[in-house]
């Protein structure tokens, strides 16, 4: 089993930042693999909140509405990891955000999740 790790969340006052990674460092081919940032609270399901295509997608970068503009998706493939850069943050970005690694060519088929890391937005 592939692992797959996030971190980089935290307790922070509305308004300021944080940065996760998610870090799949045993995978080979990172480049080929889809990244979705995906987030959840409590009794709601989970959200995408933002997209990185792979190698082989022509799209761009994508983020849900509510993040647009305050959040930054980004990837480094030499080192295998992911980025969610999260400007001004609000309460309603409270939630546990999980990194999402899917597969495409010939590592389609293969869907990886980290376990998870909490965020919580309040004075």
């Known amino acids: 089993q592939v692992e797959v790790v996030e971190s980089g969340g935290g307790l922070v006052q509305p308004g300021r930042s944080l940065r996760l990674s998610c870090a799949a460092p045993a995978i080979s081919r990172f480049s080929w693999y889809d990244i979705n940032w995906h987030r959840q609270t409590p009794g709601e399901q989970r959200e995408l909140v933002a997209r990185i295509p792979g190698t082989f997608s022509r799209d761009l970068i994508d983020y849900a509405n509510s993040v647009k503009g305050r959040f930054t998706a980004f990837r480094d493939n030499t080192k295998n990891t992911a980025y969610l850069q999260m400007n001004s943050l609000e309460p309603e970005d409270t939630a546990v955000y999980f990194c999402?690694?899917?597969?495409?060519?010939?590592?389609?088929?293969?869907?990886?999740w980290g376990q998870g890391t909490q965020v919580t937005v309040s004075e």
């Open positions: 999402n690694l899917v597969g495409a060519g010939s590592v389609r088929g293969r869907n990886y």
